[in-house]
């Protein structure tokens, strides 16, 4: 029996992954089978699909408009790594561009990368968004512009904001794709990082990858053990099955002995399977790392036996981007339904409120209507406990058990205080004797 729709298969022997959308016919048309993935080498530009550059372009939209602070969660890629794992050589791979490098914490906030395949006829566009504004840069300064802006959304030291930077990339041979990297996993902290860098990083993290909406691509160097990386740990514990999980393995050629075994017997459950791929070295251009990386895994005696459906960034491109359309054709249906839903609530809301006014009288009686509501409204969620108005809203859940919490505070104090007192006393008896 074939997969189901809407599910995802994957091959014993090679870890090749199909994904299947919700509307079959448009899937078909999007994934290519196992026999194709063996005999065509994916490019690194995918062809222009009229049908997906728009969903995504309202999937990006909607992430400019903040509809994931009102609790709608939008189909994201999200990638995360061990630090110093080559996740930065991942996406500067993808993007075609240079990423900021350099010691400690190079990625301080949420990078939103949206990339866009442009003409060839056409000039590149660069340019940032954060802070409600835009700012161009080229691609020469990228990376420099990147650090100024970080600078600007999390101060000129070392620590992290959840503040997100939106990168925009369009550019002829781009993949179109929408990332979201995260920082890199630490767990001891450097000179001018705060203490609890780590948990900073775990919190933002896991804000991230929880939602059923997210893909993570799990970036993995292949010279340590899968089990023991910190960003296998994170995601298994949102994902537990792995069904939307895909890893990408660095450096395969520094460490190429044991990777076929990694690979296949994917002892830490990648449902979405693996992508080995070689990081650029040096001044290589990104045409040239390409053909490196297909020699290399052509022609070395241990990487060559590695499944060709399996490895290279061109392969990571393509994978990514028939992901990425089915999580959308998924879950858009149900994103638009919960905006709806918001929206109309909202406009409820907004109804009750007094329309113009046009006497003093009107506007107190107006007046006293809102503070009546709102005495009501405190009432039911302060002494009653009664959450039927913000059954969504947490920040007001917290409110309505502050006194649950203060009595609670209180029982805790008087039992520290007469643990203390039982204390001294059996400590004045023992002095005494």
């Not at 060839?120 to 504004?133: Q, V």
């Not at 392969?315 to 249906?333: E, G």
């Amino acid at each position: 029996m074939g997969p189901k729709r809407g599910s995802s298969s994957k091959s014993k022997d090679n870890n090749k992954v199909q994904i299947v959308a919700d509307n079959d016919q448009d899937s078909l048309a999007m994934v290519p089978s196992a026999d194709q993935e063996q005999t065509v080498k994916a490019p690194i530009v995918i062809s222009y699909n009229d049908r997906i550059r728009p969903l995504l372009d309202v999937v990006d939209r909607l992430r400019n408009l903040m509809v994931m602070k009102e609790g709608i969660q939008l189909p994201t890629i999200v990638v995360v790594g061990d630090q110093s794992s080559g996740k930065s050589s991942v996406l500067e791979s993808l993007a075609g561009i240079n990423l900021p490098r350099g010691q400690g914490i190079c990625t301080r906030v949420p990078l939103v990368m949206r990339l866009q395949n442009h003409p060839s006829d056409s000039d590149p566009e660069f340019y940032l968004e954060f802070n409600g504004k835009i700012v161009q840069t080229d691609e020469d300064h990228i990376a420099n512009a990147i650090v100024l802006a970080t600078d600007e959304i999390a101060g000129q030291g070392k620590g992290i904001s959840n503040n997100p930077l939106t990168l925009i990339v369009k550019k002829n041979g781009v993949p179109d794709l929408t990332m979201v990297d995260l920082p890199g996993i630490t767990r001891v902290p450097v000179h001018g990082q705060p203490e609890n860098i780590y948990e900073q990083i775990r919190d933002i993290i896991v804000e991230y990858i929880k939602p059923e909406e997210s893909i993570i691509l799990n970036v993995l160097s292949a010279s340590v053990d899968f089990s023991t990386c910190e960003s296998i740990r994170m995601s298994r514990q949102v994902d537990k099955t792995g069904d939307r999980t895909l890893a990408v393995v660095t450096k395969s050629d520094k460490a190429p002995e044991g990777l076929l075994e990694k690979v296949t017997a994917d002892d830490v459950n990648i449902g979405l399977g693996y992508i080995c791929v070689r990081n650029r070295i040096g001044d290589e251009s990104y045409d040239e790392a390409r053909l490196e990386e297909a020699r290399l895994f052509e022609n070395h005696p241990l990487l060559s036996q590695i499944d060709k459906s399996i490895v290279g960034i061109p392969v990571l491109a393509q994978k990514l981007v028939h992901i990425q359309a089915t999580i959308i054709a998924r879950c858009l249906p149900e994103t638009v339904r919960k905006i709806s839903d918001k929206l109309n609530h909202n406009v409820t809301e907004l109804n009750k409120l007094p329309r113009a006014l046009s006497s003093t009288a009107e506007a107190l009686t107006a007046f006293m209507q809102i503070m009546g509501a709102a005495k009501e409204s405190l009432r039911k969620i302060l002494l009653r406990g009664e959450f039927d108005e913000y059954p969504d809203d947490i920040i007001m859940h917290c409110t309505a058990r502050l006194a649950e919490k203060l009595n609670n505070f209180n029982d805790e104090l008087q039992k520290s205080s007469q643990n203390y007192s039982t204390k001294e006393s059996e400590g004045y008896s023992s002095y005494a004797s």
